[in-house]
């Protein structure tokens, strides 16, 4: 069952903070996010396995909560680099399907 | 250089006319899978492969076939493709399919089935 993103969309202003969210109604054993540009790959960011875990590098960091089922992406001092369209990915225990979100679109101006 | 490369970039075809998107990967990884990405959707699992001749439906599989005989390619062929299957398409890959393992992904196949 697909993980639901919030919010769908999000217009910053250079330098301010942002969090985007995915839960799902499944047990989960990890979380990955990525963030896709326009008309390229996906690009990965992190991983966060089952525990409750917290990662982060450099100004962009992730959380899992684990009885939740719930991950958080918080982009910290956003940069214009920074656009783009956020998909968080879960998988259950066992592995090999990766399940995406629909995506939340993040759009950072000057 | 560690890479999923995925060919042909972009693809125009009519109904009916079969084609193959092909997927190779240079990392020796056992697992590949192939993505369709739709506005508003994200990204959907096709098939899946966990290595050399053993394949497995994803979420959307109907109307695709794929193959795996050799560990570096994984070809994903629409034998009578319709319009309902024009989308963006991504080839991915990682080490062995766990769930703690990153996915590589090709630079994608835009098709469009008129």
């Known amino acids: 069952q697909q993980p639901v993103q919030s919010p769908q969309a999000v217009i910053l202003r250079e330098g301010e903070d942002a969090v985007i969210n995915c839960s799902s109604s499944?047990?989960?054993?990890?979380v990955h996010w990525y963030r896709q540009k326009h008309g390229e790959a996906p690009v990965f960011l992190m991983i966060l396995l089952k525990g409750g875990e917290q990662k982060g590098h450099d100004k962009i960091s992730a959380s899992f909560n684990e009885k939740k089922q719930q991950s958080s992406l918080y982009l910290t001092a956003s940069q214009l680099s920074y656009s783009g369209t956020y998909f968080c990915?879960?998988?259950?225990?066992?592995?090999?399907?990766?399940?995406f979100g629909a995506g939340t679109r993040l759009f950072v101006k000057a | 250089e560690a890479q999923v490369t995925q060919n042909p970039r972009y693809l125009i075809t009519v109904t009916g006319k079969k084609l193959t998107v092909t997927c190779s990967q240079n990392m020796n990884h056992e697992y590949m899978s192939w993505y369709r990405q739709d506005p508003g959707l994200g990204l959907r699992q096709i098939y899946y492969s966990m290595n050399v001749e053993v394949t497995d439906k994803g979420d959307v599989p109907e109307g695709y076939k794929v193959s795996r005989k050799e560990k570096r390619n994984f070809p994903l062929i629409l034998e009578s493709p319709s319009p309902n299957q024009t989308s963006l398409y991504f080839c991915?890959?990682?080490?062995?399919?766990?769930?703690?393992?990153?996915?590589?992904f090709g630079s994608g196949t835009q098709l469009s089935v008129l």
């Open positions: 991915a890959s990682s080490f062995s399919g766990g769930g703690d393992e990153k996915l590589f």
């Open positions: 499944k047990a989960l054993y990890s």
């Open positions: 990915g879960t998988e259950m225990t066992g592995g090999f399907k990766t399940i």
